[in-house]
């Protein structure tokens, strides 16, 4: 697995540190979680996008 370094603010390292303790995960699990959530949103909101476009022209053509 890749090591990445990130820089964050020392206050929300230690939210996110709260939140896997509460949770009972590592600091990494729960960012590799919140990215995953991230990514499929982000999706999501493509295909949306994508959808609506498509209906947009859809009833120009008709």
């Known amino acids: ?6 820089s964050m ?3 929300f ?4 540190d ?8 590592t600091r990494s699990e729960l960012i ?3 990215l995953r ?7 999501v909101r493509e295909n949306s996008i994508a959808s609506k476009n498509a ?4 009833a120009l053509l008709d």
């Open 1 to 6: 697995m890749a090591r990445v370094l990130i």
């Open 9 to 11: 603010p020392e206050e």
């Open 13 to 16: 390292l230690n939210k996110i």
């Open 18 to 25: 709260g939140v896997a303790e509460v949770e009972n995960r």
């Open 32 to 34: 590799r979680e919140a």
């Open 37 to 43: 959530t991230y990514i499929h949103k982000q999706k």
């Open 55 to 58: 209906s947009i022209l859809e």
